[in-house]
């Protein structure tokens, strides 16, 4: 069992710069892949961003690609989100995910254990 808990949202302007954190329970943090999702009112959950358990491999949406970097410490038990250059578009909440493996990792329903998710808003 794996218990989630996200931080570091808020409100922003375009071009600012949040980090986002996930404070994860357990003693097998180490074993789980972690995944980062967003969902913005009226639209179905995306993933965003996801590191495998020894942080040696990263994915990203294209979306965010090259302004989001996701990074882990297992010894912290903690995996964040370093958001830069936000855009408006960005504006939603963010959850955080665990899942073993890293089979398909971009879907949502392969994840086993999730956040109560952070609000980021980004202003125009």
């Known amino acids: 069992q794996v218990q989630l808990v996200e931080s570091g949202g808020g409100l922003v302007q375009a071009g600012g710069s949040l980090r986002l954190a996930c404070a994860a329970s357990?003693?097998?943090?180490?074993?789980?892949?972690m995944g980062w999702f967003r969902q913005a009112p009226g639209k179905e959950r995306e993933f965003v961003a996801a590191?495998?358990?020894?942080?040696?491999?990263?994915y990203y949406a294209d979306s965010v690609a090259g302004r989001f970097t996701i990074s882990r410490d297992n010894a912290k038990n903690t995996v964040h989100l370093q958001m830069n250059n936000l855009k408006p578009e960005d504006t939603a909440v963010y959850y955080c995910?665990?899942?073993?493996?890293?089979?398909?990792?971009?879907?949502?329903?392969?994840?086993?254990?999730w956040g109560q998710g952070t609000q980021v808003t980004v202003s125009s």
């Open positions: 995910a665990a899942r073993r493996g890293l089979v398909d990792v971009i879907t949502p329903r392969g994840y086993d254990y």
């Open positions: 357990g003693r097998t943090f180490n074993t789980y892949t």
């Open positions: 590191i495998s358990w020894s942080g040696g491999r990263t």
